[in-house]
Nanobody, 124 residues
Framework: QVQLVESGGGLVQAGGSLRLSCAAS????????VGWFRQAPGKERQLVAA????????YYADSVKGRFTGSRDNAKNALYLQMNSLKPEDTAVYYC?????????????????WGQGTQVTVSS
């Protein structure tokens, strides 16, 4: 069992930055692939970033490449998403997720565990 809790969302102006955190419980967190997803009103949940258990491989959606950086700290059972150069279209609820396995996973239905989400709003 892995439990995930996101934090760090808020309201920022376009061009600003936010750092999201995801705190995980569970002794085997280091053996899980993890990801960040987001869902805007009226839209489907979409992948933002996926990270393998050893951080050897990271995948980013085209819409965030060069602006967002996902990372993990297995010693702290934590996952992070540094978001720079934010745009209004980044406004969404952001979720962290985990799946048993050491690859990176790009589909939402592959993940076993999800956090409750944290709201990110970017104003113009």
């Amino acid at each position: 069992q892995v439990q995930l809790v996101e934090s760090g969302g808020g309201l920022v102006q376009a061009g600003g930055s936010l750092r999201l955190s995801c705190a995980a419980s569970g002794r085997t967190f280091s053996r899980y692939g993890v990801g960040w997803f987001r869902q805007a009103p009226g839209k489907e949940r979409q992948l933002v970033a996926a990270i393998s258990c050893g951080s050897a491989s990271t995948y980013y959606a085209d819409s965030v490449k060069g602006r967002f950086t996902g990372s993990r700290d297995n010693a702290k059972n934590a996952l992070y998403l540094q978001m720079n150069s934010l745009k209004p279209e980044d406004t969404a609820v952001y979720y962290c997720a985990a799946k048993s396995g050491c690859a990176y996973y790009t589909r939402a239905n592959e993940y076993d565990y999800w956090g409750q989400g944290t709201q990110v709003t970017v104003s113009s």
